[in-house]
């Protein structure tokens, strides 16, 4: 009898009883702090929210850490916690109609004002059109279009099959669409 | 769909967002080291709020094993037509009627009543609770902090008519005082103010721009001040 599939036979998850929960959130943040970091930005965090919504995934981690599937990828683990904690943040936000309070920043790398506020301008209009993704799409259409990874890597990012990447991309490509043709027709009426 | 959209042949419209698109950026260190910090603090939470849940636990187990005792106690008592001396429920309610200490169950009567020789105290005795205690100077420095940001962007405020140079200098003292400031976009309005009266044009719009590139309410009166000047 094989004695290594005892746990799992019992239900029980491979993770590293070894470790105390405090190491293992302070590896996970060492080493994976940067990703989710970024993945905040995928999922539509804004800039103001990223420390603490960072600082919140890394919570959930230190009451979930037990939980944690060794099998699994541990930044696809982390990818789900930072969606759901960037779900909640969303919905908060909504019923809340936050304005953002914390730290701005105030360094920007345009040669000009002029072209600094051109670039701003455009990554609110583009942020305006990402928010009416969900996101979960909108990090699959961030991650493909504007960071340039491919299916197979947004895949392992997210733990999803390649034939599922594509049809959620292809689902963000339309909403987009209607989304940025909306955003021009209010644009031409003169209607925030 | 192998290829990305902008080379696929995207709509105008969509060819246009996405033309000046930015990858998510990288954690700055300093950023890094202030999530670091936090956590090292956090991890201390659960840990207090689990000795406290042990303690209960402990607590509970020991005040079922007293009242288990105490109920075989009564019940042996009972049976022997009620010996004199021997402590009885009712007994113990009359003993805490007379030092002022409320009966609510046996098991708890059993844990927190206080020595026959304590004296009576009118406050209720306190319950062990599992929560780790409250960080006093981090709830008490909130308000004050906030205070004094206000304080000092008032200072500032009141200065961009007369002396812009000043109010500036102040802004900029709230940058350094308070990093983690709540009035931050305040600030900004004030400093974009003082740079466009005293001139610095490009610089205020350099400033401005974290401010426009987000809709709501900073974004409007951003536009205003740079508009009125």
Do not use: C
Request: net charge positive; proline share 6%.
């Amino acid at each position: 009898m094989n004695l290594k599939a005892l746990p799992s036979l019992f239900g029980f998850r491979r993770t590293a009883p070894a470790e105390s929960g405090e190491a293992f959130v302070r590896r996970a943040h060492e080493a994976h702090g940067d990703f989710v970091f970024r993945t905040l930005q995928r999922f539509g965090v804004r800039d103001a929210d990223l420390e603490d919504m960072t600082q919140e995934v890394f919570m959930v981690v230190l009451r979930k850490w037990h939980t944690y599937d060794r099998e699994v990828k541990m930044t696809t683990w982390l990818y789900g916690i930072a969606m759901r904690v960037a779900a909640g943040q969303r919905r908060r936000a909504w019923v809340r109609r936050e304005e953002p309070t914390s730290e701005l920043p105030h360094e920007t790398d345009e040669a000009s004002p002029e072209s600094a506020l051109v670039a701003a301008r455009r990554a609110q209009a583009l942020e305006e059109v990402l928010g009416a993704l969900d996101v979960d799409a909108r990090a699959i259409f961030v991650m493909f279009e504007i960071e340039g990874l491919s299916a197979q890597e947004i895949g392992d990012v997210a733990g999803i099959p390649v034939g599922t990447v594509y049809s959620r991309l292809h689902y963000a490509r339309k909403k987009f669409e209607q989304a940025a043709e909306l955003r021009r027709r209010r644009e031409e009426r003169g209607t925030p | 769909m192998t290829k990305r959209w902008l080379e696929e042949g995207a709509p105008a419209g969509v060819r246009e967002l996405l033309g000046g698109a930015r990858a998510p950026r990288a954690m700055r260190a300093d950023e890094r080291a202030r999530s670091r910090a936090r956590l090292r603090r956090a991890s201390l939470v659960p840990l207090a709020a689990g000795l406290g849940l042990w303690m209960k636990g402990g607590l509970l187990a020991a005040s079922l094993a007293l009242a288990s005792t105490s109920v075989v106690w009564v019940v042996a008592g009972g049976s022997t037509g009620g010996r004199e001396g021997v402590p009885t429920l009712g007994s113990a309610a009359a003993r805490a009627r007379s030092t002022g200490t409320r009966i609510e169950s046996v098991a708890p009567a059993a844990t927190t009543l206080p020595p026959p020789t304590q004296a009576p105290t009118a406050t209720p005795t306190p319950k062990l609770r599992a929560v780790a205690p409250p960080t006093g100077s981090a709830v008490a420095s909130e308000p004050h902090s906030l205070a004094a940001e206000a304080a000092l962007l008032e200072r500032a405020r009141a200065q961009l008519g007369s002396s812009p140079a000043t109010a500036l200098q102040l802004a900029d003292e709230h940058r350094r005082s308070f990093l983690q400031g709540q009035l931050g976009p305040e600030r900004e309005l004030i400093a974009i103010d003082a740079l466009v009266r005293l001139g610095r044009r490009d610089a205020a719009l350099r400033r401005a721009a974290p401010l426009l590139g987000q809709p709501g309410l900073y974004h409007d009166r951003a536009t205003r001040i740079l508009d009125a000047h």
